[in-house]
């Protein structure tokens, strides 16, 4: 019944790790600061760059549903 969408979970969550351990691992990151009305934004390179990569994934292969992630506005 959600084969699709655990496939789709399994791939871009072990996607997401290669990512970020490639990041780690070269020890160069990043930081962002974005104020907003309450507080200031810290995200990282990596942060940014693995969001994309879901939002990017999941719009590819589920391309009428919205989404809502933490590190995009």
Known sequence: MLEQ???LAIRIAVGG????QEAL???E???FRWPTATH???KTR??????????K??????????V???END
């Open 5 to 7: 969408e655990l496939a």
């Open 17 to 20: 790790g290669e990512m970020i």
């Open 25 to 27: 691992s070269s020890r």
């Open 29 to 31: 990151e990043t930081l």
């Open 40 to 42: 200031t934004e810290v």
């Open 46 to 55: 990596i942060d940014k760059d693995v969001d994309d990569m879901l939002r």
């Open 57 to 66: 994934e999941i719009s590819r292969v589920f391309p009428d549903d919205a």
């Open 68 to 70: 809502l992630s933490e």
